[in-house]
Protein backbone atom coordinates (compact mmCIF):
# COMPACT_ATOMS: atom_id res chain seq x y z
CA UNK A 1 0.00 0.00 0.00
CA UNK A 2 0.91 3.29 -0.37
CA UNK A 3 2.19 5.56 2.21
CA UNK A 4 -0.68 5.81 5.35
CA UNK A 5 -1.94 9.14 5.61
CA UNK A 6 -3.97 7.65 8.84
CA UNK A 7 -3.36 5.44 10.73
CA UNK A 8 -5.43 4.80 14.02
CA UNK A 9 -4.56 2.20 16.57
CA UNK A 10 -6.14 0.18 19.25
CA UNK A 11 -8.86 3.45 19.27
CA UNK A 12 -11.14 3.42 22.58
CA UNK A 13 -13.42 6.12 23.12
CA UNK A 14 -16.03 6.07 25.98
CA UNK A 15 -18.76 9.09 26.42
CA UNK A 16 -19.68 9.60 29.74
CA UNK A 17 -17.44 9.76 32.76
CA UNK A 18 -20.04 7.55 35.41
CA UNK A 19 -19.17 4.12 35.23
CA UNK A 20 -23.02 3.15 35.09
CA UNK A 21 -23.72 5.92 32.62
CA UNK A 22 -20.96 5.57 30.08
CA UNK A 23 -21.08 4.02 26.78
CA UNK A 24 -18.17 2.77 24.66
CA UNK A 25 -18.83 3.93 21.25
CA UNK A 26 -15.16 2.91 19.72
CA UNK A 27 -14.00 -0.66 20.78
CA UNK A 28 -10.63 -1.36 19.99
CA UNK A 29 -10.56 -0.06 16.26
CA UNK A 30 -7.31 -0.17 14.19
CA UNK A 31 -7.03 0.24 10.91
CA UNK A 32 -5.08 2.67 7.92
CA UNK A 33 -5.88 4.52 4.94
CA UNK A 34 -2.93 4.76 2.24
CA UNK A 35 -2.15 7.99 0.25
CA UNK A 36 -4.87 8.50 -2.43
CA UNK A 37 -7.73 5.40 -1.38
CA UNK A 38 -11.23 6.60 -1.53
CA UNK A 39 -12.56 4.92 2.02
CA UNK A 40 -15.84 4.33 2.98
CA UNK A 41 -16.98 3.80 6.60
CA UNK A 42 -20.54 2.12 6.55
CA UNK A 43 -22.98 0.83 10.01
CA UNK A 44 -25.87 1.06 11.25
CA UNK A 45 -27.20 4.37 13.22
CA UNK A 46 -25.23 4.28 16.44
CA UNK A 47 -22.79 2.17 15.50
CA UNK A 48 -19.88 5.07 15.65
CA UNK A 49 -18.95 6.41 12.50
CA UNK A 50 -19.59 9.88 12.96
CA UNK A 51 -17.60 9.34 16.51
CA UNK A 52 -14.86 7.75 14.49
CA UNK A 53 -14.42 10.96 11.90
CA UNK A 54 -14.59 12.99 14.63
CA UNK A 55 -11.66 11.32 16.13
CA UNK A 56 -9.70 11.01 13.40
CA UNK A 57 -10.73 15.06 12.61
CA UNK A 58 -9.54 16.01 16.22
CA UNK A 59 -12.84 17.44 16.99
CA UNK A 60 -13.04 14.61 19.50
CA UNK A 61 -10.45 13.47 22.48
CA UNK A 62 -9.98 9.39 21.70
CA UNK A 63 -10.24 7.59 25.27
CA UNK A 64 -7.21 5.00 24.63
CA UNK A 65 -5.01 4.27 21.78
CA UNK A 66 -3.60 6.51 18.84
CA UNK A 67 -4.38 8.35 15.75
CA UNK A 68 -1.25 9.70 13.49
CA UNK A 69 -2.27 11.49 10.21
CA UNK A 70 0.33 12.63 7.23
CA UNK A 71 2.95 11.24 10.13
CA UNK A 72 1.50 13.34 13.01
CA UNK A 73 0.17 11.69 16.13
CA UNK A 74 -2.74 14.17 16.91
CA UNK A 75 -3.92 12.11 19.87
CA UNK A 76 -2.11 14.40 22.17
CA UNK A 77 -1.89 17.64 20.42
CA UNK A 78 -3.10 20.55 22.35
CA UNK A 79 -5.95 22.59 21.85
CA UNK A 80 -4.51 25.58 19.83
CA UNK A 81 -2.62 23.12 17.89
CA UNK A 82 -5.32 20.59 16.75
CA UNK A 83 -7.32 23.44 15.44
CA UNK A 84 -4.51 24.60 13.66
CA UNK A 85 -3.33 21.55 12.27
CA UNK A 86 -7.01 20.95 11.16
CA UNK A 87 -7.15 24.28 9.76
CA UNK A 88 -4.22 23.18 7.40
CA UNK A 89 -3.80 19.68 6.99
CA UNK A 90 -7.83 18.40 6.68
CA UNK A 91 -10.46 19.34 4.58
CA UNK A 92 -14.32 19.02 5.15
CA UNK A 93 -17.76 18.50 3.39
CA UNK A 94 -20.78 18.73 5.34
CA UNK A 95 -23.95 17.64 4.65
CA UNK A 96 -25.69 21.13 4.00
CA UNK A 97 -21.94 22.41 2.17
CA UNK A 98 -22.22 25.40 4.84
CA UNK A 99 -21.51 28.00 2.37
CA UNK A 100 -21.76 31.74 3.58
CA UNK A 101 -24.59 32.80 1.90
CA UNK A 102 -23.63 36.63 1.94
CA UNK A 103 -19.71 35.71 0.47
CA UNK A 104 -19.26 35.00 -3.38
CA UNK A 105 -18.33 31.50 -4.50
CA UNK A 106 -14.70 32.67 -4.56
CA UNK A 107 -14.39 33.95 -1.15
CA UNK A 108 -16.30 30.80 0.25
CA UNK A 109 -13.63 28.84 -1.84
CA UNK A 110 -10.80 30.91 -0.31
CA UNK A 111 -11.67 30.72 3.14
CA UNK A 112 -9.59 27.99 4.15
CA UNK A 113 -6.29 29.93 3.15
CA UNK A 114 -7.80 33.12 4.76
CA UNK A 115 -8.25 31.64 7.88
CA UNK A 116 -4.37 30.58 7.32
CA UNK A 117 -3.92 34.36 6.56
CA UNK A 118 -3.07 33.87 2.96
CA UNK A 119 -3.14 36.74 0.94
CA UNK A 120 -2.61 38.10 -2.53
CA UNK A 121 -1.56 36.45 -5.45
CA UNK A 122 -1.42 33.31 -4.18
CA UNK A 123 -4.61 32.91 -3.12
CA UNK A 124 -6.24 34.10 -6.11
CA UNK A 125 -3.90 31.34 -8.07
CA UNK A 126 -4.92 28.64 -5.37
CA UNK A 127 -8.55 29.32 -5.86
CA UNK A 128 -8.67 29.46 -9.59
CA UNK A 129 -6.57 25.64 -9.49
CA UNK A 130 -9.39 24.19 -7.21
CA UNK A 131 -12.21 25.85 -9.12
CA UNK A 132 -10.78 24.81 -12.24
CA UNK A 133 -10.81 20.60 -11.10
CA UNK A 134 -14.27 21.01 -10.27
CA UNK A 135 -15.18 23.08 -13.24
CA UNK A 136 -16.38 25.67 -11.36
CA UNK A 137 -14.22 29.02 -12.96
CA UNK A 138 -17.53 30.84 -14.29
CA UNK A 139 -19.38 30.97 -10.95
CA UNK A 140 -16.82 32.56 -9.11
CA UNK A 141 -18.25 35.90 -8.53
CA UNK A 142 -21.84 34.67 -7.81
CA UNK A 143 -23.32 34.56 -4.71
CA UNK A 144 -24.44 31.06 -3.64
CA UNK A 145 -27.95 31.89 -3.90
CA UNK A 146 -27.63 32.08 -7.43
CA UNK A 147 -26.03 28.95 -8.43
CA UNK A 148 -27.59 25.56 -8.74
CA UNK A 149 -27.66 22.99 -6.13
CA UNK A 150 -24.58 21.02 -8.03
CA UNK A 151 -22.95 23.82 -8.21
CA UNK A 152 -22.53 24.35 -4.80
CA UNK A 153 -21.29 21.23 -3.70
CA UNK A 154 -18.97 20.97 -6.10
CA UNK A 155 -18.12 25.02 -4.49
CA UNK A 156 -17.84 22.98 -1.21
CA UNK A 157 -15.66 20.38 -2.79
CA UNK A 158 -13.56 22.85 -4.11
CA UNK A 159 -13.22 24.59 -0.58
CA UNK A 160 -12.43 21.42 0.98
CA UNK A 161 -9.36 20.73 -0.89
CA UNK A 162 -7.99 24.55 -1.99
CA UNK A 163 -5.60 24.20 0.70
CA UNK A 164 -3.88 21.00 -0.18
CA UNK A 165 -5.32 18.97 3.02
CA UNK A 166 -4.12 15.49 3.55
CA UNK A 167 -7.46 14.66 3.22
CA UNK A 168 -11.11 15.01 2.95
CA UNK A 169 -13.14 14.03 5.89
CA UNK A 170 -17.00 13.31 4.45
CA UNK A 171 -20.16 13.06 6.78
CA UNK A 172 -23.16 11.94 5.19
CA UNK A 173 -22.61 14.43 2.38
CA UNK A 174 -25.22 12.69 -0.07
CA UNK A 175 -27.52 13.08 3.14
CA UNK A 176 -29.54 15.90 2.14
CA UNK A 177 -30.04 15.37 -1.80
CA UNK A 178 -32.20 13.73 -4.14
CA UNK A 179 -30.70 11.35 -6.28
CA UNK A 180 -29.30 13.49 -9.50
CA UNK A 181 -27.37 15.54 -7.10
CA UNK A 182 -26.00 12.62 -4.27
CA UNK A 183 -24.65 10.78 -7.99
CA UNK A 184 -23.58 14.14 -8.85
CA UNK A 185 -21.50 14.73 -5.64
CA UNK A 186 -20.21 10.83 -5.98
CA UNK A 187 -18.57 11.45 -9.17
CA UNK A 188 -17.29 14.63 -8.15
CA UNK A 189 -15.44 13.06 -5.33
CA UNK A 190 -14.82 9.73 -7.66
CA UNK A 191 -13.11 12.32 -10.09
CA UNK A 192 -11.14 13.96 -7.61
CA UNK A 193 -9.87 10.74 -6.03
CA UNK A 194 -9.24 8.78 -9.42
CA UNK A 195 -7.48 12.12 -11.72
CA UNK A 196 -6.04 14.45 -8.34
CA UNK A 197 -5.29 11.53 -5.75
CA UNK A 198 -7.21 13.09 -3.50
CA UNK A 199 -7.16 10.83 -0.23
CA UNK A 200 -10.82 11.22 1.16
CA UNK A 201 -12.79 9.03 4.03
CA UNK A 202 -16.70 9.07 3.86
CA UNK A 203 -19.14 8.45 6.47
CA UNK A 204 -22.21 6.76 4.86
CA UNK A 205 -25.11 4.50 5.69
CA UNK A 206 -26.37 4.53 2.06
CA UNK A 207 -24.78 1.27 -0.56
CA UNK A 208 -25.61 3.49 -3.08
CA UNK A 209 -23.02 6.00 -2.03
CA UNK A 210 -20.44 3.53 -0.74
CA UNK A 211 -20.03 1.89 -4.09
CA UNK A 212 -18.62 4.74 -5.12
CA UNK A 213 -15.41 4.32 -2.55
CA UNK A 214 -12.49 1.71 -3.32
CA UNK A 215 -12.35 0.13 -0.16
CA UNK A 216 -15.15 0.11 2.77
CA UNK A 217 -14.96 -0.26 6.66
CA UNK A 218 -18.34 -1.74 8.07
CA UNK A 219 -18.55 -1.08 11.51
CA UNK A 220 -20.87 -2.15 14.37
CA UNK A 221 -21.28 -1.58 18.23
CA UNK A 222 -18.56 0.54 17.60
CA UNK A 223 -16.17 -2.74 16.48
CA UNK A 224 -14.48 -2.87 12.91
CA UNK A 225 -15.95 -6.08 11.83
CA UNK A 226 -15.06 -6.29 8.23
CA UNK A 227 -13.48 -4.43 5.62
CA UNK A 228 -14.23 -4.96 1.74
CA UNK A 229 -12.25 -4.15 -1.15
CA UNK A 230 -14.01 -2.92 -4.66
CA UNK A 231 -12.09 -5.41 -7.27
CA UNK A 232 -14.88 -5.59 -10.09
CA UNK A 233 -17.12 -2.94 -11.25
CA UNK A 234 -19.27 0.03 -9.27
CA UNK A 235 -22.36 -1.93 -9.85
CA UNK A 236 -20.78 -5.69 -8.67
CA UNK A 237 -19.32 -3.82 -5.38
CA UNK A 238 -22.85 -2.35 -5.03
CA UNK A 239 -24.40 -5.45 -5.39
CA UNK A 240 -21.69 -7.23 -2.65
CA UNK A 241 -22.47 -4.28 -0.54
CA UNK A 242 -26.24 -4.82 -0.10
CA UNK A 243 -25.36 -8.34 0.75
CA UNK A 244 -23.36 -7.34 3.49
CA UNK A 245 -25.66 -5.49 4.29
CA UNK A 246 -28.59 -8.34 4.32
CA UNK A 247 -25.99 -10.60 5.93
CA UNK A 248 -25.59 -8.15 8.74
CA UNK A 249 -29.34 -7.70 9.17
CA UNK A 250 -29.94 -11.50 9.66
CA UNK A 251 -27.39 -11.49 12.21
CA UNK A 252 -29.77 -9.12 14.56
CA UNK A 253 -32.76 -11.16 13.89
N1 LIG B 1 -21.67 13.09 23.11
C1 LIG B 1 -22.13 11.87 23.35
N2 LIG B 1 -22.42 11.46 24.61
C2 LIG B 1 -22.87 10.21 24.87
N3 LIG B 1 -23.07 9.27 23.92
C3 LIG B 1 -22.81 9.62 22.64
C4 LIG B 1 -22.33 10.93 22.29
N4 LIG B 1 -22.17 10.96 20.94
C5 LIG B 1 -22.52 9.75 20.48
N5 LIG B 1 -22.91 8.94 21.50
C6 LIG B 1 -23.34 7.53 21.38
O1 LIG B 1 -22.31 6.80 20.75
C7 LIG B 1 -22.85 5.87 19.81
C8 LIG B 1 -22.25 6.11 18.43
O2 LIG B 1 -22.73 7.34 17.92
P1 LIG B 1 -22.36 7.87 16.45
O3 LIG B 1 -23.00 9.21 16.29
O4 LIG B 1 -20.90 7.79 16.28
O5 LIG B 1 -23.08 6.78 15.55
P2 LIG B 1 -23.33 6.79 13.97
O6 LIG B 1 -22.95 5.43 13.49
O7 LIG B 1 -22.67 7.96 13.34
O8 LIG B 1 -24.91 6.96 13.92
P3 LIG B 1 -25.86 7.70 12.84
O9 LIG B 1 -25.77 6.91 11.57
O10 LIG B 1 -27.23 7.59 13.48
O11 LIG B 1 -25.39 9.12 12.72
C9 LIG B 1 -24.37 6.05 19.86
O12 LIG B 1 -24.93 5.05 20.68
C10 LIG B 1 -24.56 7.42 20.48
O13 LIG B 1 -25.76 7.48 21.21
Do not use: W
Not at 117 to 128: D, L, P, Y
Amino acid sequence: MASSVVKVEDVNKVYGSRKEASYQALDNVSFSIGEGEFVGVMGASGSGKTTLLQTIAALDRVTSGSITIAGTNVTDMKEKELTDFRARRLGFIFQDFNLLENMTVYENIALPLFLQNQKGGSVREEVQRAAGMLGMEDTLSKYPAMISGGQKQRAAAARALVHHPSMILADEPTGALDSGNAKGLLETLQHLNENHGVTIMMVTHDAFSASYCGRILFLEDGRLYKEMQRNGTREEFFKQILDEQAEAGKKKL
